[in-house]
């Protein structure tokens, strides 16, 4: 069973930048795509950015420019940079994995979420 840890999060002021990570513990080599989804207060989860195995990457069209993800294969771990942050990017940022190449919201592994909040 994958175990899915993100760390990172936290306050920033607008402008400013924040990287996230996820360790992938257990069976690493059984994931495939991994990546990031956010929930805004009141709004639908969203994904913001995910890699495969390959380093194949996609983004949402709001984070493109500013978020850059990546992943370390040989520490089992995925980060997040995110730069020149918005308010509107406040959200609770989760981890998820897949076997597959694609990660969505039917994705078996996720991490607990981690909070940022982007205020002056």
């Known amino acids: 069973q994958v175990q899915l840890v993100e760390s990172g999060g936290g306050l920033v002021q607008p402008g400013g930048s924040l990287r996230l990570s996820c360790v992938a513990a257990?069976?690493?080599?059984?994931?495939?795509?991994m990546g990031w989804y956010r929930q805004p207060p009141g709004k639908q989860r969203e994904l913001v950015a995910a890699i495969t195995r390959d380093g194949i990457t996609n983004y949402a069209d709001s984070v493109k420019g500013r978020f850059t993800i990546s992943r370390d294969n040989a520490k089992n771990t995925v980060y997040l940079q995110m730069n020149s942050l918005k308010p509107e990017d406040t959200a609770v940022y989760s981890c998820v994995a897949d076997r597959s190449r694609v990660v969505d919201g039917r994705s078996r592994y996720w991490g607990q979420g981690t909070q940022v909040t982007v205020s002056s």
């Open positions: 257990r069976s690493f080599a059984s994931i495939n795509a």
